[in-house]
């Protein structure tokens, strides 16, 4: 994790290929939330304050390799001249003579957002001689789009390979910090907590953290099959009939190694999966023709506890269907734990994010991470190609 950064970099008056993470909701030509954009600035910012000239290369949805309008970048470079307070040029070319002549006329300390690189099938291929005319573009890379660094993609992985300094971001060296310190030396008791549906999504996450936290709290849909395997019954509650083997082995492994794996002992649950379903409160097992959609209080409160007494948490999936008001509140009880913890708390992006902004407590979290499927990927223990790439510190 002792990556090179952007600071370890002369950048004046060079050209910096910086890799963002702009792919923002853009409804009919408008960005609707802005929260990746706003993550990129502390960098984009370091680079203009210290008179770089700034390339900016993102993706933007999944325009499956061509050219598709609703996929430009270009609303995003008007939202981004309103954050910076200074210009921000726009190429509607990533390369070329359009894209040449703009990159010439870049001023020390001025942004020049390209289009979204994702209109070249070569960019998810990780094309060698994309790579090579990408990099031909730029002095110096810097990678802050940690939301894709698990990609092996041409702009993430093989264009970094043809700088001897390629270096990570502001952005990406905050989640490389808390990320890493996670896996590499955290202080007990460690807490995980995760949920969402399936087991299958987790397994390797569960398999880890076993071997690094004292406690892992499951919720969700999952924690239907890890109960079916003790015995209990779960009703309708979705389960996963050919991962029951896989969540048995968790279980033995969680009993080999003395650590606590904590599973709902109550449920809130419904007749059918619709947010208008009549919902009620059920202890124990599950009657049949009723599914569990989210945790009961007593199973929140016990979670609670752990959570308040542990010295570092990491959060990742939710209890239930938070979504829906009557199958909100184990995940609302947890997210308010998780904020309430004076330690240090790590949400690892997707629902978990959502749950704790729905929560108005994102400013109580030490780290929310940009990156669901990455920082997941990494806390599984998985090499991420965006970061191997990079340069030793």
Known sequence: MNKMSVMDLEVKGKKVFLRVDFNVPVKEGVVTDDTRIRAALPTIQYLQEQGAKVLLVSHLGRPKGKRDEQYSLRPVAAVLEKLLGSPVSFSPDLLGPVAETAIDCLKDGHCLLLENIRFFPEETNNDPQFSKELASLADLYVMDAFGTCHRAHASTEGVAKHFDNAACGLLMLKELKYLGELLAQPKHPFITITGGSKVSDKVQLLDNMLDLADHILIGGAMAYSFLKVQGIEVGDSRVEEDKLELAQQILDKAKRLGKGIHLPVDHIVAP??????????????????????????????????????????????????????????GTMTVAQ?????????????????????????????????????????????????????????
Request: glycine share 14%; no cysteine; net charge negative.
């Open 272 to 329: 059918s999966f619709a947010e208008d379903a009549p919902a009620t409160l059920e202890e124990g097992s599950i009657s049949p023709g009723m599914m569990g959609l989210d945790i009961g209080p007593k199973t929140a409160a016990h979670f609670a506890s752990l959570i308040g007494d542990a010295e570092v948490v990491f959060w990742n999936g939710p209890m239930g269907v938070f979504e829906w008001e009557s199958f909100k509140a």
């Open 337 to 393: 734990a998780v904020a309430d913890n004076p330690g240090v708390t790590v949400i690892g992006g997707g629902d978990s994010v959502t749950a704790i902004n729905m929560a108005g407590l994102a400013d109580k979290i030490t780290h929310i991470s940009t990156g669901g499927g990455a920082s997941l990927e990494l806390m599984q223990g998985n090499r991420l190609p965006g970061i191997e790439a990079l340069a030793e510190k």
